[in-house]
Antibody, heavy 118, light 107 residues
């Protein structure tokens, strides 16, 4: 089955850019599938950030669209999230996940906590 | 944006009993609805998709029903490992949206 692992800084300063990478194992990203990012503020529910297809086509949540970039690197078999101009409200556990073309998420990474603080 | 509303926020159930969780969409999502289970400190796990199809490895005591705007997740004969948070998600249209969750706790 597909395995996903998030990596990146656990602490980001306000106004800076949050950058995370999701490394995929046991499946080639170039084979297809959609790849998504979802976040969960401490003690709260889930929020979809956006998704990318192996071809590079992207779909973002309008609430974050102006600050989000999701990209895929098939040569490294990973995909990435960049979220600019972060504030404390962006503090959350960030999950990467694979999704079917229908857009439900069947495999998830373990999640990584990113704290926005000076 | 389609708003997903789950009820109740917390459900207290005794082991061996049945739990019934509700999810309502602000407009029709057809059958494009998934359910996830999340335990503390863990990632969500896909339970149900297309409103009623169990994901690989999910026990038969989990069942989903509904279409349009009203959906139900039923857990028969609750086991100790079933006490967790449950979220619904619509994938009928972008942006993809999740419900606020239902916590199933031991009574």
């Amino acid at each position: 089955q597909v395995q996903l692992q998030e990596s990146g800084p656990g602490l980001v300063k306000p106004s800076e850019t949050l950058s995370l990478t999701c490394t995929v194992s046991d499946y080639s990203i170039s084979s297809g599938y959609y790849w998504g990012w979802i976040r969960q503020p401490p003690g709260k529910g889930l929020e979809w950030i956006g998704s990318v297809y192996h071809s590079g086509s992207t779909y973002y949540n309008p609430s974050l669209k102006s600050r989000v970039t999701i990209s895929v690197d098939t040569s490294k078999n990973h995909f990435s999230l960049r979220l600019s101009s972060v504030t404390a409200a962006d503090t959350a556990v960030y999950y990467c996940a694979s999704s079917t073309p229908e857009d439900y998420f069947d495999y998830w990474g373990q999640g990584t906590l990113v704290t926005v603080s000076s | 944006e389609i708003v997903m509303t789950q009820s109740p926020a917390t459900l207290s159930v005794s082991p061996g009993e049945r739990a019934t969780l509700s999810c309502r969409a602000s407009q029709s999502v057809n059958s494009n609805l998934a359910w996830y289970q999340q335990k503390p400190g863990q990632a969500p796990r896909l339970l149900i998709y297309v409103a009623s199809t169990r994901a690989i490895g999910i026990p038969a005591r989990f069942s989903g029903s509904g279409s349009g705007t009203e959906f139900t997740l039923t857990i028969n004969s609750l086991q100790s490992e079933d006490f967790a948070f449950y979220y619904c998600q619509q994938y009928n249209s972008w942006p993809l949206t999740f419900g606020g969750g239902t916590k199933v706790e031991i009574k």
